[in-house]
């Protein structure tokens, strides 16, 4: 299993920026996917889910409304797409693997982390 | 929304057995999942459904989930089990999921 995220850097804030996270090594659809934060210094966020097919996704509050996560079954592709960021969004975004198809499920693959900075 | 409580830090000496709680109300009725995270590392699955442990993992790595507690339990700590652990379930109510806000271990 792989997992190989990209599309970090620096956005200021209002601005955009948009994830992707490769994966392979699976038989993608069969999975949840999900994406976790982690800001300097501090613990694990969860951002968002999406069950294998990509007909239930789930957002955390602090995220739900500027965030969107989409999934593309056909390139074993993920996309998370930040709009209005804020600089509380400043942090390494993972991309991880559920263990199941469904969404309340473990991590049990992340990737490498992707750093996202939001300042001006 | 539901909230998860651990410990901010656990030390043990090597060879001896450290245990990190999570709290949280009627835990044991939730499935919980823990991961291990060293510094600059991804997080790393070591317990998942309360106390299945994923192929590769020590033996010596177990969990246990009842009443208002989860516990992870580390026998014989080595130096390599210096990490920060989390333990995170699924809350059913809000469709969310919920991470607790790690316990980092130190081996003396």
């Known amino acids: 299993v792989q997992l190989l995220g990209s599309g970090g850097g620096l956005a200021q804030p209002g601005g955009s920026l948009r994830l992707s996270c490769a994966a392979s090594?699976?038989?993608?659809?069969?999975?949840?996917m999900a994406w976790v934060r982690q800001a300097p210094g501090v613990g694990l966020e969860w951002v968002s889910v999406?069950?294998?097919?990509?007909?239930?996704?789930y957002y955390a509050d602090s995220v739900k409304g500027r965030f969107t996560f989409s999934r593309d079954n056909s390139n074993n592709m993920l996309y998370l797409q930040l709009n209005s960021l804020r600089p509380e969004d400043t942090a390494v975004y993972y991309c991880?693997?559920?263990?199941?198809?469904?969404?309340?499920?473990?991590?049990?693959?992340w990737g490498q982390g992707i750093v996202v900075t939001v300042s001006s | 929304s539901y909230v998860l409580t651990q410990p901010p830090s656990v030390s043990v000496a090597p060879g001896q057995t450290a245990t990190v709680t999570c709290g949280g109300n009627?835990?044991?009725?939730?499935?919980v999942h823990w991961y291990q995270q060293k510094p600059g590392q991804a997080p790393v699955l070591v317990v998942r459904?309360?106390?299945y442990r994923p192929s590769g993992i020590p033996e010596r790595i177990s969990g246990s989930n009842s009443g208002n507690t989860a516990t992870l339990t580390i026998s014989r700590v080595e130096a390599g089990d210096e990490a920060d652990y989390y333990c995170?379930?699924?809350?059913?109510?809000?469709?969310?999921?919920?991470f607790g806000p790690g316990t980092k271990v130190t081996v003396l």
């Open positions: 991880a693997k559920g263990r199941s198809w469904g969404s309340d499920t473990a991590f049990d693959y």
């Open positions: 090594g699976f038989l993608f659809d069969d999975y949840a």
């Open positions: 999406v069950s294998g097919s990509g007909g239930d996704t």
């Open positions: 009627n835990i044991g009725e939730k499935t």
């Open positions: 459904d309360d106390f």
């Open positions: 995170q379930m699924w809350d059913n109510n809000r469709e969310h999921h919920v």
